[in-house]
C-alpha cells in the first residue's frame, strides 16, 4: 500500500459529486488538464479513465479502515499537486494523432467539400479515428496534400536491437512507414494495399516484405507450447540477404492463398525442439492446429523478430480481398544501389494517389470520398 | 544511456512486461507493479497515464475501451507486435546493465 500523506488535506478545489460518497474527481482531473486545450473527445477519453482509477483507490483505501476524509487526501496526494499530470500528458499529447475533424472543417474551399461526408463519418473525432484503420486512412489520404512517404534508415532500429545487422550491404535497408504530417502522424505502419503496390511498381526498391508478430501453439510434437513467430511475404528474407542453412527459403508461391502451408524454424528453435535433426526439412508440425510443411531452417545470425523467435510462417495476402486501411504490419525494404533516401520517399509519394485508386475502401466508407 | 534514460526504459520495460501476457488496465498495472515490487516501486496517477499514453503513441502497446457485463468500461492496454520486439530488446538491455553493475559493485576478496 502506498505511504499515508496523513498531514495533506484534501484542496481547496476538491468537491464531492453527493456529499456521503464518492469526492468529484471529474472536476480535479478536468482542472489540472484543462490548460492543456485538448480536443474534447481525447480530453473526455483521459478523464474518464483517470477518474476511474481515483474512484478504485479511494475505494480501495475506504475498504482498508481510512475514513473517508484520508482516502480523500491520499488519493489526490496521487495527483501530485497540480502540474505533474499536466506536464507528463503536455509532453505526451503533442506527439499524439490530433482530432483530424477540427482540419477537415478548417480546410475550406474544395477540400473541405470533398471532405465534407466523410468528415460527418469520422464526428467521432481522435478515438474513432485511433479504432477504424479505415478513417485513419481516408484522413491521412484525403486531408494531406502534402503527404509524403517517408523511410527511415534502418540504424535506426538498430539502434533499439542494440546490436549490428548481420546482413549483407545493411546500409542499403531502410524500414518504412507512412507519415501524415497534415494530422500530425508521423508513424503509419504499412498495410497491405501499400505493400502490393511499392511490390508492384515502385522504381526505387530492390526488394521489400511485410511481417507482423503473431505468437503461435505448438502441438504434436512432444509437449505443446506457445511460441514467438513472424507472418512474412516472402520478400523478407529476400530484402535482409537471409539464406537458408538448411531447405529453402520462402518463395513467392508460399506468398499465394491456398498454396501448401509451410513454415520456417530459427536455429535456436530448431535445436531446441528438434535437437539440430538435420533431416527435419519435409516433415510436418503443427502451428495453431493445422499441419505446416517444414521448408527450411533459418541460419543462426538470423537475428530479425527477436531471441525468442521460434519460427516464421508465409503471410499469405489476398490481393484480391485487400481494401485501403489496415495499418497494423511493418515492413522492410533494400535501396537500389546508389538510391537515396529521398529518391525513395519521391517515388513512394508518387505511388500514393496510385494507391487510392487501386483499393478499394472498407466497408462503410465512400470510395468518392477518397 | 544516461541515468534518466535508464529510469525511462525501466518503466517502459514495467509496463511492457505487465501487459506481455494479457491486456490490463491502468489501476491493475499500478497495483502489480506495487505489489510484485513490494512497494518499491510505485506509478502514481500523474505519471502512469503519461507513460501509457507514450507508449500507446509509439505503437508498442494499444489501449481498448472494454466493456464487461453489469461493469463500466475500463481501457485495457496489449502489448503489440512492435511493443513485443521493443520488449524483448529492453529486457537484454536492462540485463547487461543489471550484470556491469553488479560486476561493479560487488565485494572484492582480497
Known amino acids: ?370 | 544511456m544516461s541515468g534518466i534514460e535508464w529510469k525511462k526504459v525501466s518503466g517502459e520495460l514495467l509496463i511492457l512486461s505487465l501487459v506481455e501476457a494479457r491486456p490490463r488496465h491502468g489501476y491493475e498495472l499500478s497495483q502489480l507493479i506495487e505489489q510484485r515490487s513490494g512497494g518499491a516501486v510505485r506509478f502514481y496517477v500523474a505519471s502512469l497515464y503519461p507513460l501509457l499514453y507514450r507508449l500507446e503513441n509509439r505503437g508498442w502497446i494499444q489501449g481498448r475501451w472494454v466493456e464487461k457485463n453489469g461493469q463500466r468500461r475500463r481501457r485495457y492496454y496489449r502489448l503489440t507486435a512492435q511493443g513485443r520486439r521493443v520488449l524483448a530488446a529492453q529486457r537484454r538491455g536492462w540485463q547487461v546493465f543489471v550484470e556491469a553493475i553488479n560486476r561493479i559493485t560487488e565485494v572484492e576478496h582480497a
Open chain 1, 1 to 370: 500500500m502506498p505511504e499515508k500523506n496523513r498531514s495533506q488535506e484534501p484542496e481547496a478545489g476538491s468537491q464531492k459529486t453527493d456529499s456521503s460518497t464518492t469526492p468529484d474527481w471529474r472536476h480535479e482531473i478536468g482542472r489540472r488538464i484543462a490548460p492543456l486545450k485538448l480536443a474534447p473527445a481525447r480530453e473526455a477519453e483521459i478523464v474518464e479513465e483517470l477518474v476511474q482509477h481515483l474512484e478504485d483507490r479511494y475505494r480501495e483505501l475506504v475498504s482498508s479502515g481510512e475514513t473517508e476524509e484520508e482516502a480523500l487526501g491520499v488519493a489526490l496526494a496521487e495527483l501530485k499537486g497540480e502540474g505533474l499530470l499536466e506536464r507528463g500528458l503536455r509532453r505526451v499529447e503533442k506527439d499524439a494523432p490530433r482530432e483530424a475533424v477540427v482540419l477537415g472543417a478548417d480546410g475550406g474551399g474544395g477540400k473541405r467539400l470533398l471532405l465534407a461526408s466523410v468528415w460527418q463519418d469520422v464526428r467521432y473525432g481522435l478515438r474513432e479515428l485511433r479504432r477504424n484503420p479505415g478513417f485513419t486512412l481516408i484522413a491521412t489520404f484525403t486531408l494531406a496534400l502534402g503527404i509524403g512517404a517517408t523511410a527511415a534508415i534502418f540504424s535506426v532500429v538498430d539502434g533499439v536491437l542494440l546490436k549490428p545487422l548481420p546482413y549483407p550491404h545493411s546500409e542499403q535497408l531502410v524500414a518504412t512507414w507512412l507519415t501524415a504530417p497534415g494530422l500530425n502522424i508521423k508513424d503509419l505502419n504499412p498495410s497491405p494495399f501499400i505493400y502490393f503496390t511499392l511490390r508492384d511498381q515502385n522504381r526505387r526498391f530492390e526488394d521489400l516484405g511485410l511481417y507482423t508478430g503473431v505468437s503461435r501453439n505448438i502441438t504434436g510434437h512432444g509437449e505443446p507450447e506457445h511460441v514467438a513467430g513472424l507472418d512474412v511475404t516472402s520478400g523478407l528474407l529476400r530484402t535482409l540477404g537471409v539464406r537458408a542453412m538448411l531447405g529453402r527459403p520462402f518463395t513467392e508461391s508460399d506468398d499465394e492463398p491456398g498454396s501448401p502451408d509451410t513454415v520456417m524454424l530459427t536455429y535456436g528453435y530448431w535445436r531446441r525442439r528438434f535437437g539440430g535433426d538435420r533431416a527435419v526439412v519435409g516433415k510436418t508440425i503443427i502451428v495453431d492446429g493445422s499441419l505446416r510443411q517444414i521448408v527450411g531452417v533459418l541460419p543462426q545470425n538470423f537475428s530479425f523478430g527477436g531471441p525468442d523467435l521460434a519460427l516464421i510462417v508465409p503471410l499469405q495476402l489476398d490481393r484480391a480481398k485487400t481494401l485501403l486501411g489496415n495499418f497494423s504490419f511493418d515492413g522492410i525494404a533494400r535501396l537500389k544501389p546508389g538510391v537515396t533516401i529521398a529518391e525513395a520517399d519521391a517515388d513512394v509519394a508518387r505511388l500514393v494517389p496510385v494507391m487510392l485508386r487501386s483499393f478499394a475502401p472498407p466497408p462503410g466508407v465512400h470510395h468518392q470520398n477518397v
